[in-house]
């Protein structure tokens, strides 16, 4: 009897660890270790950012961010213009904030805000300029202005490049 239950409970152990480990391997099917980007594509150049907006030298913070942002991914490692296999260029089209909750007291006083940079990012190859990836992203952050809202939005600018800097690299490397 006993060696019965055991042959039954271990059928059932193995049949439900066979399942397991299915589930498991199919669920990781679509991913990939390392960069999925082409076998020619290793180099990236990364000029200056173009900014068309009104608010001073934010393509510095943002290109600053991204290159920053491309080294820490590893997908592509950055390089100079003369030698680099791709060129990203960006084209910072907007900023705007929008109120996001208002004081209790004061339906018409904004107590946060969210802060959006919206960019135009194209990723082409350096020597045929083929585009591989033409995109539009927006990064953003909340920020809450405490008296002086165009210092509390100067503020907020570094951690709304930060995140569009994460989307571009994003856009670019998750592209494959």
Partial sequence: ???????VWFGCSMLLFIT????VLTGCAGYKLG????A???TVFVPTFVN???EPMVETEAT???IQQLQMDGSLEVAGQDVADTILEVIITKISFHPLSFQQDSRKT?????LYLTAEVLF???????????????GEATFFPAGDIAAAKRLALPTASKDLAHRIVEAVVEYW
């Fill in 110 to 114: 904004a107590q946060e805000y969210r």
């Fill in 20 to 23: 397991a480990l299915g589930t």
């Fill in 35 to 38: 960069s999925t980007l082409p």
């Fill in 124 to 138: 082409k190859k350096a020597k045929t300029n083929q585009i591989l990836s033409k995109k539009r992203v927006q």
């Fill in 52 to 54: 068309k907006t009104d």
């Fill in 64 to 66: 600053r961010a991204t």
């Fill in 40 to 42: 020619d594509i290793k």
């Fill in 1 to 7: 009897m006993k060696k019965r239950m055991f042959s």
